[in-house]
């Protein structure tokens, strides 16, 4: 079993120097299960090394595929050998975004049996549109004990797919089935992320006609050959925003390398309206503080508005401003969690459904925390960076699903940070039981 681990911080360094960004999350766990697609290999690049890489490089394994570690960063996946088509319990549930595997392996084989992704700390996370989505495409999906059974009586045929909310992972997995399906497709009311642009992107770059991806009506036309590729993901927005706020937290200058500034233009809005001066270069963004960092209200949309994944980070730096904030979450059920452990670092932050109201204090205090979530564990990271004394943060797990070797990179910019064991609490003079447990999976993951 792999011993726990937590990050441990020595506050109130200045971070210095320059960081550069990883491949996309969110972008890469739908193109690694779009590989699925594919009538011939594919080199995928700037692939992150995050956990929730290893466990969809995993899953693509166990349904068959060749996958290589050929370069840094790059791998060559070979989806032809696949023969099995069901992702069983114990993959799904330690990775959220498993339920892309649907829609990719619907979209090549016309069938597959996927397990409902596991339970979610950010609330209820239902899967209706993504199921309505196939089910215009002529699926018929059946659900027995937690594993959804997907089949096609009669083929895959575009259709016009109208979602009843705004949401990424529908939209990706309609684009995912539509692909190779008969005919023409209309998403309408589709999500407009960066990594729902890259998905399309990947897929045109193999042959596939979808049009409109970044606008709210998607129009795929299906094809039957999807030839291979060599494609790079692009950079993870959200892991560039997490250390433009890493750096004003901590009144640092930092130069964020290989971003594209149109995809931070929300986050940069309302950290200039923090009072933090940032700099737009072709591929990069330098973040300073040179006055007092001012209170602010923000409400988190889909994009192109203020993203809820940057909402916990944003959060812990308006601790350190002046006056009193406020944030709507507009769009996630249950983000807020992580307030209590911030409260636990000296916060002033009233939760009241999905508003925060945040007195700034203007500092926070070291205290032992943990992360409940990925972006909560982010936000804990900055808090601790910016706090007088130690932070230690246990659950760390939550943190390496989604940024690459984070503390290694806080290291390079001037931060005091370890990643050390956790080693077993016993009561005094008791003697300590060692007891052997078998290998657990990962708590179920967002
Ligand atoms: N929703 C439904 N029915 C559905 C799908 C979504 O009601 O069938 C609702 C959700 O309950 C939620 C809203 O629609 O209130 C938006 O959900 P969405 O489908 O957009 O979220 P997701 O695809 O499950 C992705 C990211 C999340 C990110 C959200 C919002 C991936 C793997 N995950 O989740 O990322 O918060 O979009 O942008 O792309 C993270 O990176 O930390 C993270 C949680």
């Given at each position: ?85 069901c992702v069983p319990y114990e993959s799904a ?22 397990s ?31 594993m ?299």
């Open positions: 079993m792999k011993t726990p681990e937590k990050f441990v911080i020595s506050g109130g360094r200045v971070l210095h120097g320059e960081v550069e960004i990883s491949g996309a999350k969110n972008a890469v766990v739908a193109i690694l299960p779009a590989t699925i697609l594919a009538d011939e290999p594919c080199i995928i690049e700037n692939v992150p090394e995050i956990s929730d890489v290893t466990i969809s490089i995993q899953i693509l394994r166990e349904l068959g595929a060749k996958v290589e570690f050929i370069a840094p960063h790059t791998y060559r996946i070979d989806t032809r050998s696949i023969r099995n088509h549930r330690r990775m959220r975004a498993s339920y892309y595997f649907m829609g990719a392996l619907l979209g090549k084989f016309g069938h597959c049996r996927v409902r992704p596991g339970g979610c700390p950010l609330g209820d996370r239902p899967i209706d549109q993504h199921m309505k989505a196939f089910a215009k495409l002529g699926a018929d999906c059946k659900q027995d004990r937690g959804i059974d997907i089949t096609t009586p009669n083929g895959l045929k575009g259709n016009q797919i109208f979602f009843d909310c705004v949401t990424v992972g529908a939209t990706m997995n309609a684009i995912l089935a539509a692909v190779k399906a008969d005919g023409l497709t209309i998403i309408e009311n589709a999500a407009k992320e960066p990594h729902i642009v890259d998905l399309a992107s990947f897929l045109n770059s193999m042959g596939a006609d979808i049009m409109g991806a970044g606008t709210d009506t998607i129009k795929i036309r299906g094809v039957k050959y999807l030839r291979g590729t060599s494609y790079a993901v692009i950079p993870d927005q959200i892991e560039a925003g997490t250390y433009m706020v890493a750096a004003a937290a901590t009144g640092g200058d930092v130069l964020i390398k290989n971003v594209i500034p149109k995809h931070l233009e929300s986050i940069i809005s309302v950290m200039e309206k923090i009072g933090v001066k940032i700099e737009q270069f072709d591929d990069a963004v330098r973040v300073s503080v040179d006055g007092p960092l001012v209170k602010t209200s923000i409400k988190t949309r889909p994009h192109p508005g203020f993203p809820t994944d940057m909402q916990p980070q944003i959060s812990a730096l308006l601790c350190l401003a002046e006056g009193t904030s406020m944030i709507k979450e507009g769009v996630s059920e249950q983000r807020f969690q992580y307030v209590d452990e911030l409260r636990r670092m000296g916060a002033d932050i009233q939760v009241d459904g999905k508003v925060a109201v945040i007195e700034g204090t203007g500092k926070l205090t070291g205290a032992p925390v943990k992360a409940c979530d990925l972006r909560a564990g982010a936000a804990l990271m900055i808090a601790g960076l910016a706090a007088s004394g130690v932070t230690t943060i246990e659950d760390i797990y939550h943190i390496e699903r989604g940024y690459a070797d984070m503390e290694g990179k806080l290291r390079a910019l001037g931060a005091c940070i370890e990643k050390k064991p956790i080693t077993p609490v016993t009561k005094q003079n008791e003697p300590i039981i060692q007891e052997v447990q078998p290998e657990k999976p990962h708590q179920d993951a967002v």
